[in-house]
């Protein structure tokens, strides 16, 4: 039972995560309109059908930034803004390029990771609203973070916790001077305060890549500090994706994997964390 509860609870996160992909390829067709609503045959088919309609996949620059093109029309994002990157963020227009050139034949809105994280980025943190709302729900994950609750049963559990969890706590807690508390029980339990302060100010102080990137692996991951530790580059993704899933990878020792669920999530939590991590790299 259990085991069919974690994997609900990783489905519930999946589906989080990918919202704003499906939310792209929804938008990406009216976000082309003109804006006196005249139909444009070819965006809506492609809202439509979800079908491919470009023949070509380009990266051109433009302004002082690049843009992915089909056909030669630069992308656009869910609100309809120009999916204009930073000539820095080269691998990401290439990454990004490459999704759009993979869609062989339908449109698969879950292959779209790096699309949907470089949009949220462009459409949601420009404005300072936006960004003190998600830095709010951020930090709510504090109180509920995965690697601060700790059981001390089954013994192969409490060996996961303290190789992958434990350097994880001390690592935050020695770097950005803050105390973690840890817990063995879920009910009534939050961060102090002045932690959550001190980790207001860090997200204050990031971009709006960084902060797109922490979004997509806190919901991810269930976790703000595994989130933090990868925007930082504290960890890898494998790290990270192998912290996040100690509880799963715990009972697949015990019971089995089950099959089309745990090597599903395998795989889905790697593509998301890998497009957060991708969207922070940067080229000369």
Known sequence: ????????????????????VHSFSRSFATASLPPDGTVVSETNRAEATLKRFWETVGISKRDDGLTVTLDTRALKTPSGNTLLLPRTKRLVATLIANEWENQETLLKPHALPMTSIASRAIDAFQDEKTCSEVRESLLNYLDTDTICFHHDDPPPLVELQHKHWDP??????????????????????????????????????????????????????????????????????????????????????????????????????????????CLLTNSS
């Open 1 to 20: 039972m259990y085991c069919r509860l974690l994997s609900r609870s990783t489905a519930r996160a999946r589906f989080s995560c990918n919202s704003s």
């Open 168 to 277: 994880l706590i001390e690592w935050a807690t020695s770097t950005f001077n803050i105390d973690i508390q840890v817990f063995t029980s879920i009910l009534f339990h939050s961060q102090s305060a002045e932690t959550r302060a001190k980790l207001d100010t860090i997200l204050t102080e990031m971009d709006p890549w960084e902060l797109a990137a922490m979004e997509r692996v806190t919901y991810t991951t269930k976790s703000f500090l595994i989130a933090l530790a990868l925007v930082k580059r504290h960890i890898t993704v494998e790290e990270a994706a192998v912290a996040a899933q100690v509880e799963v990878s715990s009972q697949i020792q015990r019971w089995g994997e089950v099959e089309d669920s745990h090597d599903v999530d395998f795989h889905d939590i790697r593509r998301h964390l890998g497009s957060a991590a």
